[in-house]
C-alpha cells in the first residue's frame, strides 16, 4: 500500500513537475497594474498579449463604475443559496432573457463558472444509452464532462468532418442496439489554435445522421458574427446548434457563463445541472455587471471593429514577417516556432526582459514535442505601436532561436531561476 500523499510528492504531475524552475515567471506569473495592453510584470511595463478581455472591457470606466455601484448596493452575498433554494432573483432572470435573445434562443441559464457548467451540462443532457462524440482537441471541461458520462463515447480527428462521420455511423450502429440518442459536441473556436470548428459541415450532417450538437463557445462569444453572438452567428448556423454555451470570462471579462437553448431543454436543465443545484447562485454585483457588458456588447460595434482592427494588423504583420501562425481564423493568434523547451524559455525570458513583451507560451506535452507555441490575445485595447513593437521584438528573438542563442542561453536561465 502507499500513502496517497507520498505520491503525490514523488510525482507531482505533468506541470507541477515544472514548478521549481517555472513558478512566479512561467507558471502563476503575476501581472500587476490595471487591466490592459500594457502592464507591470516584475516591475516592468509589459505588452500585454495574453488576456481575453477580447473587448476591452475589463478596465472600461463604465464598467468599473457599475461593478463598483453593485458591489455597494448588495454587497457580495446576495442572494443566498443555490438558485433554486434562496439564491434566484429578477435580476438572475433579466440577464438570462436578454442572453437568450442576443444569441437568438428560446430560453438560457446561469452557470457560475463556464468549466465547471459545461462538465455538468454534459453530465445532465446524456444518459448511459446515449452515445457521444466529440472533437479530440477538445477542451478539458469537455473531456472531464465526457468523463462522467457512463455510456460509449467516441472521438473524432480534430476538426475532420470526414471522421466525425465515421464515427457518426458508429454511434448511430451503437445507439440503435441501446436505445440511446446521440450528443455531438465542439468548440464554437478551438482556444489554442484558433481555428473555428467547423459547424456549418457538422450541421449538414443533420441531414443523414440524428444527433444534437453542443457547441462551446467561450472565444467566439463577443468576438464573431455580425452581432458578436459568436461562431454559430458568423457561419450562419445558429438555429442549427442545439446547446449553446458562452463564458463570462473572456469578451464579458467577468466570471460566469451561460448555456442557451430551446426552452424545454434548458426548464429541464434548471432541474437537473447538478453544478447549479449544489451551488451557490451568482452573487448580484456579477449579474449587474454581466448585464452592462452584455448591453455594451450589443452596443457599442466599435469594440469588436477595433479588436478585428488589431487581430487582421497583428496576424498579418507576423504573416508578411514570415512566421508561421497556423491555421487561425479567429481572434487567437498563434505563433509557432522549432526548439526545445529550455530554448523556449530563454526565449520568453528574453522577449519579457528585454523587449516588454508578454506572451503566453506552450510547449510539450500540450503540442508536440520540439515546437514552441507563443499564443497572443489581440484586444481592443492594443494600439498599432504594441503592434509594431511586438512584431519587432518577435523578428528579432526568431533570429536569436535560429541562431543557437537560446540554446546558450538555457543553462543560464534555469540557474537565474534559482535552480
Ligand atoms: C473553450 C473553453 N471552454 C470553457 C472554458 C471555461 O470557462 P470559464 O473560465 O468560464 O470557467 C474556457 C476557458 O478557459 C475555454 O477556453
Redesign the pocket.
Known amino acids: 500500500m502507499k500513502d496517497v500523499f507520498a505520491r503525490i510528492i514523488e510525482n507531482k504531475g505533468p506541470l507541477g513537475k515544472w514548478a521549481s524552475q517555472a513558478e512566479g515567471y512561467f507558471i502563476f506569473p503575476k501581472l500587476e497594474g490595471e487591466l490592459g495592453n500594457r502592464m507591470k510584470f516584475n516591475g516592468k511595463e509589459v505588452i500585454v498579449w495574453s488576456i ?1 478581455d477580447y473587448l476591452g472591457l475589463g478596465n472600461h470606466p463604465e464598467i468599473r463604475k457599475v461593478d463598483a455601484d453593485a458591489a455597494k448596493e448588495y454587497g457580495m452575498a446576495y442572494p443566498m443559496g443555490a438558485r433554486m433554494m434562496s439564491g434566484h432573483t429578477d435580476l438572475h432572470e433579466q440577464l438570462e432573457q436578454e442572453l437568450a435573445e442576443f444569441v437568438d434562443k428560446e430560453s438560457a441559464y446561469l ?1 457560475n ?6 462538465v455538468s451540462t454534459i453530465d445532465a443532457l446524456v444518459n448511459k444509452n446515449d452515445v457521444i462524440v466529440y472533437d479530440v482537441d ?5 473531456i472531464d464532462g465526457v468523463r462522467l458520462h457512463m455510456g460509449k463515447r467516441f472521438t473524432y480527428k480534430h476538426n475532420d468532418v470526414e471522421s466525425l462521420e465515421k464515427n457518426l455511423e458508429r454511434a448511430t450502429k451503437m445507439a440503435d442496439l441501446t436505445g440511446g440518442g446521440i450528443l455531438v459536441i465542439t ?5 489554442m489554435r484558433g481555428e473555428q470548428g467547423k459547424l456549418k459541415e457538422i450541421v449538414a450532417l443533420k441531414k443523414k445522421y440524428d444527433f444534437r450538437l453542443f457547441v ?4 467566439g462569444f463577443g468576438t464573431l458574427g455580425k452581432t458578436g453572438a459568436g461562431a454559430g452567428e458568423e457561419q450562419g448556423v445558429q438555429d442549427q446548434i442545439d446547446i449553446y ?1 458562452g ?4 469578451s464579458m471579462a467577468s ?3 451561460f448555456i442557451a437553448g430551446d426552452k424545454d431543454i434548458i426548464q429541464y436543465l434548471k432541474y437537473n445541472l447538478r453544478s447549479q443545484m449544489f451551488a451557490k447562485s451568482l452573487p448580484m454585483p456579477i449579474v449587474a455587471g454581466a448585464l452592462k457588458r452584455l448591453d455594451m456588447l450589443r452596443s457599442m460595434p466599435e469594440l469588436k471593429n477595433k479588436l478585428w482592427e488589431n487581430v487582421n494588423a497583428l496576424q498579418n504583420g507576423l504573416k508578411s514577417r514570415g512566421f508561421d501562425i497556423g491555421t487561425t481564423q479567429t481572434c487567437v493568434t498563434p505563433v509557432y516556432l522549432q526548439g526545445s523547451i529550455p530554448e523556449a524559455m530563454a526565449l520568453v525570458k528574453d522577449l519579457r526582459e528585454n523587449y516588454g513583451v508578454f506572451c503566453s507560451i506552450v510547449v510539450y506535452p500540450v503540442i508536440p514535442k520540439g515546437l514552441i507555441l507563443l499564443r497572443m490575445i489581440p484586444t481592443s485595447r492594443h494600439t498599432m505601436q504594441d503592434i509594431e513593437e511586438t512584431l519587432e521584438a518577435f523578428s528579432i528573438i526568431r533570429d536569436r532561436l535560429e541562431n543557437g542563442t537560446y540554446k546558450r542561453l538555457s543553462a543560464a536561465v534555469t540557474e537565474a531561476m534559482g535552480e
Open positions: 481575453n452557470l463558472f463556464g468549466y465547471q457548467g459545461m477538445a477542451h478539458a471541461c469537455i468548440e464554437g473556436v478551438f482556444g462551446d463557445d467561450a472565444h454555451f463564458t463570462f470570462a473572456k466570471i460566469g457563463a
